[in-house]
């Protein structure tokens, strides 16, 4: 799911053009799959994120991956008789209501569409992705061990790892398989690797807290019903750890020194910071951590987190 689970999340709420209002800054202390592809992608908006904790405004897109989540989630209540297409469809308006009541910020996206008609679209496509998992699951045969599932696992060197797995089936001989639905389209094959880091990243934290290596990682992208799988091995899983461990040090040197270098791309243009990012012509808010010289801080290698003793 494409929600932080790091405990630091992004604030949504700031208003067109505004400033956004910076929130209590605070360093980052675990790592989640989406912030780790934040740094990857760009160090300065794993900054905004995870320590200005700058408001982002939320979108169309991600918000109809939350609604389509928490019904999928939700379906699996029902006896496995009655986890029907009609059934699922019908609890996108309730589910819709619950997220306004749990995340008011959404009510924003529509605040201008009087008749209601883009507000119907964007439902409607929310009840065909719903429908289009049907032609690549079959949930009358699934009983989900977990759904939601909140990991949190803690690596030898202090890291700590978390995330929430959409779910986790498990077989009757226990091989345990992960599941994730994307309301987007399945990447181009070179960018399959991109798109399994997080499974893996999920892989890991189940063996470090269950000593288990998943059988299976499988994504399910409702968007163009595609579904991509990917069978690990106990050398993926440490490959993964190796790359975690890499990328913790670099944020570890970043919040120390305070240098957290823009790197712009095409997605630049779906970031809510360009208005405070210099590539944009903008100027961050002033760092609210103390900074330490890049040699301090390289002296303090070995220390695998930023607030670690
Ligand atoms: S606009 Fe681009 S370069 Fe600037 S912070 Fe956002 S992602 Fe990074």
Request: glycine share 8%.
């Amino acid at each position: 799911m494409e929600t932080s689970t790091d405990g630091t999340p992004a604030v949504p709420g700031a208003g067109e053009g505004e400033r956004p209002a910076v929130r209590a800054a605070a360093p980052p202390s675990s790592l989640s799959p989406s912030r780790a592809s934040d740094f990857m992608q760009c160090p300065l908006l794993y900054r905004f994120r995870v320590i200005d904790r700058l408001p982002e405004k939320p979108s169309e897109a991600a918000t109809r991956g939350t609604l389509v989540h928490a019904v999928l989630e939700r379906l699996f209540d029902a006896p496995a008789v009655e986890r029907t297409a009609p059934r699922a469809r019908s609890l996108v308006p309730g589910q819709w209501d619950r997220l306004r009541e749990t995340r008011p910020e959404v009510v924003e996206l529509f605040a201008d569409d009087a008749e209601g008609e883009r507000l119907a679209r964007w439902l409607a496509e929310a009840e065909r992705l719903v429908e289009r998992w049907f032609t690549l699951e079959d949930p009358t045969r699934l009983e989900p061990a977990e759904r939601e599932l909140f990991v949190e696992a803690e690596l030898e060197s202090g890291l700590r790892l978390r995330g929430i797995i959409d779910r986790v089936d498990v077989a009757p001989t226990g091989e345990v398989r992960i599941v994730d639905y994307k309301t987007g389209k399945a990447p181009r094959p070179e960018y399959a690797e991109g798109a399994l880091f997080q499974m893996k990243f999920y892989a890991l934290v189940v063996w470090r807290l269950k000593r288990v290596v998943p059988r299976r990682l499988q994504l399910v992208y409702l968007g163009s019903g595609d579904v991509l799988t990917y069978d690990p091995v106990m050398a993926d899983l440490e490959r993964v750890e190796r790359k975690l461990l890499a990328l913790w040090e670099a944020i570890r040197l970043a919040t120390e020194t305070g240098e957290w270098r823009p790197r712009p791309t095409k997605l630049c243009g779906w970031c809510d910071h360009q208005a405070v990012c210099p590539e944009f012509g903008g100027t961050p808010p002033p760092y609210p951590l103390q900074v330490r010289s890049p040699e301090s801080a390289d002296g303090g290698q070995g220390r695998m987190g930023p607030d670690a003793t």
